[in-house]
């Protein structure tokens, strides 16, 4: 993997910020656009700019091909059985709300069960309250290991025959934890259960099979893959999707209206109302091919390796504490350095061109278990490198001495 062939492909990286060489460690919250991802955009603005699945003209059947193609490259890259059962959202957030708005809440009860973790984005763990609170069920937390961490033994005690959903984040934003997902399901099929995963950490830098996984449901978004914002989709299992109901109403998602009755579409139009993401759809597509060019197994041990470079690194500072287990975990180090607030940290290393992720990543509970307010986040994608590391790590000694504590 030519990593500097790599970074040629992305503009953004080839800038200073406040006199300094842009080092991009922010990742896991927007990943960079490659110069494929960003011409595929414009030529279709350019080019083939048309409504969807509506005009017959030569624009909105190029239009309408570029996005149904874009689903296909969702499907092959999820080893989806169809492409019925790709859903384009917004993104992670939009797909997870899909799920429990129109499934949850139709199947869960007066005690009934949510499982979930404390590990989870705000944005799998807020739907879920909505749910409960809606529908009487309970939720229901699977314990943490010390190092942020799920044991088995805890999941199988959790999961009961009164269990109706257990949503589980594949990979941690926060402790970088990889979850044992294929063996959650297991478990929660074993009850009766159904699997949503929040694949926004996932999908981005590793194969993802959901057939092999055997989840019902699977949620990611485009711009952490190199695709533009406002694009994602839900994968659901056809028969599950079938079932639900729409959540949004208005044109392309229906079949038949008349003044006091409508039917909908077939999938997966059916939950997509209204002029969809098409320019973003059409990125997503040619981002699945650029990562697909490199290759997602080339990607994930790249990762790993710079992960591991990271975390030795880091381990090396005075007065640093790393968060989340040391060994097998993703592209990304959560840390705290002593009596340096998170904010000040990340400003300081702005100032030096270093851009990190400060504050509580929409993981506020998971801080309360932390016991601290909000963290810092170096977060590492195909493009960076060890030099990245180093000046990440040289950056952290300077900032000790500039508030005036010795240097680790």
Known sequence: MNIEAIREQFPILHQNINGHPLVYLDSAASS??????IDAVKRYYELDNANVHRGVHT?????????EGAREKVRALLNAASAQEIIFTRGTTTALNLVASSYARSVCGEGDEIVLTAMEHHSN???????????????????????????????????????KIVSVVYVSNVLGVINPIKEITAIAHRHGAKMVVDGAQSTPHMKVDVRDLDC???????????APTGIGALYGKKELLEQMEPVEFGGEMIDHVDLYDSTWKELPWKFEGGTPIIA????????????????????????????????????????ITIYGPEQDRAGLVTFNLDDVHPHDLATVLDTKGIAIRAGHHCAQPLMRWLEVSSTARASFYLYNTEEDVDR????????????GYAIG
């Open 32 to 37: 960079q656009k490659p110069r494929s991802v």
């Open 59 to 67: 624009l909105g059947s190029r239009a309408t091909d570029a996005y």
């Open 125 to 163: 763990l807020i739907p879920w309250q909505q749910v409960a609170k809606a529908t009487g069920a309970t939720l229901k937390y699977i314990p943490l290991q010390e190092d942020g961490t799920l044991r088995i033994e805890d999941v199988e005690q959790t999961i009961t025959d009164r269990t």
């Open 216 to 226: 019902d449901f699977y949620a990611f978004s485009g711009h952490k893959m190199c």
């Open 280 to 319: 973003g759809a059409v990125g997503l597509g040619a981002a699945i091919d650029f990562l697909n060019e490199i290759g997602l197994d080339e990607i994930a041990r790249h990762e790993h390796e710079l992960t591991t470079y990271a975390y030795n690194r880091l381990s090396e500072v005075n007065g």
């Open 392 to 403: 990440l790590v040289d950056a952290l000694h300077q900032t000790k001495e500039f508030f």
